[in-house]
């Protein structure tokens, strides 16, 4: 019998790393004969795991889904990774999972073995987070229904408070949602204004599905699209800049969260970015540690000349 269950334990788990296996795959891989996988196989649907078989000389076995969640066979880095993507996942983006996070942490760790229980428990306890600022929580409910409309190519109707604080009801076609930071955008096409907009979901007071399928027809980059949100269409003074780096080396200098990243050859970038006024988009661009060509506005590359020539009178 502890052979059998030992058997059964070590199917389930080759079941669970790979799509599918023939039985000759399998039975080689248990020690066993193709007659017991079968009997391991009825086994294992009594206890209402959904094992799949295809007939035939090109078939085999797989894991279906529904019926029971299978216990999960990780290796010492895929159950610490799972702990350590647990104790990160409470960060008050989505509210209300701060106990269900706990709990499962609670339940792994009961089971882990000691050295791994003490890795875990190192970094847990030796670690401090310190965020730039508070979350903007979403809620769980809703961030899921958002996600099944996105798949499913469903129309939703938002209810919305925007910037400016007015409420509104929209009719819209999820595509994507993006995380940046700690708050979540979606990015789909309001039919109204027939356009691509972005919407940050701690501001959706409700989501109503409305069973209609649509077909989204060239959908812009979503990324790109909550980043021209996040760093241009807030802010009055907007700017062109070519700087003398990749788009990777570019993007470790300006985040995508700040300005919108184009490649210029395979050594420069163009950057649009926006801010409040042109004294502080001045500031920033003083501070880059290697020389930027402003290509727009001209009253920018002005105002940037203008500094330059103070420092340089100041520091003869």
């Known amino acids: 019998m502890a052979d059998t269950a030992e058997r059964m334990l070590r199917l389930l788990g080759l079941l669970q790393a790979r799509a599918q296996w023939s039985s000759a795959e399998l039975a080689a891989r248990l020690a066993t004969s193709e007659r017991t996988l079968r009997r391991d196989v009825e086994r294992l649907r009594r206890l209402d ?36 993507g647990l104790q990160t996942a409470a960060d008050g983006s989505v509210a209300g999972i701060e106990v269900a996070v706990s709990s ?47 798949r499913r190519g469903e129309r939703v109707r938002l209810d919305y408070c925007d910037r400016t604080g007015n409420a509104t009801s929209r009719l819209v076609d999820p595509y994507r949602l993006v995380r940046a930071g700690r708050r979540w955008y979606l990015a789909a096409r309001d039919t109204d204004r027939a356009a691509w907009r972005t919407f940050r979901v701690d501001r959706a007071e409700a989501v109503a599905l409305t069973g209609i399928r649509v077909e989204l027809d060239d959908p812009p980059d979503a990324l790109r699209l909550v980043s021209e949100a996040m760093g241009l269409a807030p802010y009055p003074v907007k700017a062109r800049v070519r700087l003398p780096l990749s788009v990777e080396d570019a993007a470790q200098v300006v985040p995508r969260t ?22 502080g988009m001045v500031g920033f661009l003083a ?19 203008a500094h330059g020539e103070r420092l340089a009178r100041a520091n003869r």
């Open 49 to 84: 795991y959904p094992v799949e078989a295809d007939p035939g000389p090109g078939g085999g076995y797989r894991l279906g889904r529904g019926g029971k969640l299978p216990p999960l066979l990780l290796d010492e880095d895929e159950t610490v990774a799972v702990a350590l």
């Open 104 to 150: 499962a942490l609670a339940k792994l760790e009961r089971f882990l073995p000691a050295h791994l229980a003490a890795r875990v428990r190192d970094l847990d306890e030796a670690s401090e987070t310190l965020w730039g600022r508070g979350p903007d929580p979403v809620d769980p409910d809703l961030l899921v229904t958002l996600a099944g409309a996105c």
């Open 258 to 279: 700040v300005g919108v990243l184009n490649a210029d050859g395979d050594a420069a970038t163009i950057v649009e970015l926006g801010g409040p006024h042109l004294a």
């Open 287 to 305: 501070a880059l540690p290697f020389p930027c060509e402003v290509l727009a506005p001209e009253e920018l590359r002005a105002a940037l000349r």
